[in-house]
């Protein structure tokens, strides 16, 4: 991975509710990244999520299906759908004092109006928005792109946890983590790895690379492949290792911590429950930083799921 834009888009809260192209040849199920954790009082299988998709990733594989079927709860790292998450949203982005042009630097601003142009963002509809805000809006719009969508709304409509929240029904919705406590990790980014972010979601952008890794995503979520998200990951050196360091912290070691001490709670619960839990891939695998290497410490045992052979 190149620049820290993708981590973005793979990390990030989509800040844009903003469909691909249905695709109605018939295809094989997928593998997905899905594992089961035992050990505790009640059962629980952890599914990994993209935030945005492509049709590829379709349909679940019967391992996914069995156990969506199978839970009573369904566990997801935010809320972002109700109004008042969105009301809460609206809120963090927003800047309290100046515009937008005011707190990035000149050297950026003119880079960031053509981005916003040609991904459909006015500037003068974003002047009230803090600079990270608009690093997730054009990040989705550089992914969305990447991967063949039309819009940043038709990628997040085919994401994971949108897959998964068709599957709900009238089960328990459980959250790990508020709107508010969920932007606030971003909207503590210092300035430096603010306006770092900003740039690279512009370039992004403004530079499309062809036969990127992103475009993969999907590829690699079929077939299961954990290892090169990892891996991917791994290899990303686009900034100062300080502001890698910052955003590394903030966003994935302390948010898997808290996650897993979430699911730990749930996985103890003395009223029987089954737990299916959708959270953000690099959630997951990276070895000895990820929630299912907490949860290991905690003594739970986790297994890889995969789709029964034919």
């Known amino acids: 991975m190149k620049t820290l834009w993708k981590r973005f888009a793979c990390m990030a809260v989509a800040l844009v509710t903003p469909t691909l192209l249905c695709s109605c040849e018939e295809k094989p199920p997928v593998q997905g990244i ?11 299988v952890i599914l990994g999520s993209i935030h945005v998709g492509s049709p590829e990733m ?8 069995d156990a969506m079927t199978q839970a009573d709860t369904f566990v997801f790292e935010c809320d972002n759908e109700s109004p008042e998450a969105a009301a809460q949203s609206l809120a963090m982005m927003t800047l309290t004092e100046g515009t937008l042009q005011e707190v990035v630097s000149p050297e950026l601003w003119p880079l960031l109006t053509d981005a916003c142009q040609l991904a459909n963002l006015h500037p003068d509809a974003l002047a009230t928005y803090k600079p990270w805000a608009v690093t997730s809006m ?19 409509s085919r994401s994971v946890e949108s897959e998964v929240l068709d599957h709900v029904g009238s089960r328990q919705l459980r959250y790990l983590e508020t709107a508010v406590s969920q932007l606030s990790l971003m909207d503590a980014f210092s300035p430096a790895l603010q306006e770092a972010l900003l ?3 512009c370039q992004a952008v403004l530079e499309p690379q062809e036969n990127t890794t992103l475009s993969q995503w999907p590829l690699w979520w079929r077939d299961g492949d954990a290892d090169a998200f990892a891996a991917e990951y791994a290899q990303d050196n686009s900034l100062p290792p300080a502001l890698m360091e910052e955003y590394h912290h903030a966003l994935v070691t302390n948010r898997n911590q808290h996650m897993a001490a ?14 299916f839990v959708t959270i953000g891939l690099m959630h997951l ?12 410490r905690m003594g ?5 799921m995969w789709l029964p052979a034919p």
């Open 285 to 296: 695998v990276l070895p000895e930083d990820s929630v299912l290497y907490e949860l290991t």
């Open 58 to 65: 379709e349909p679940y594989g019967q391992h996914i299906l």
């Open 262 to 275: 979430s699911l730990a709670q749930m996985l103890e619960e003395e009223d029987p429950r089954s737990f």
């Open 34 to 44: 899905c594992y089961r954790i035992t050990g505790g009082r009640n059962p629980m």
């Open 138 to 156: 054009l990040t989705t719009a550089a992914a969305a792109r990447e991967m063949g969508a039309r819009s940043s709304r038709q990628a997040v």
């Open 300 to 304: 739970y045992t986790v297994e890889r």
């Open 199 to 201: 740039r690279q979601s």
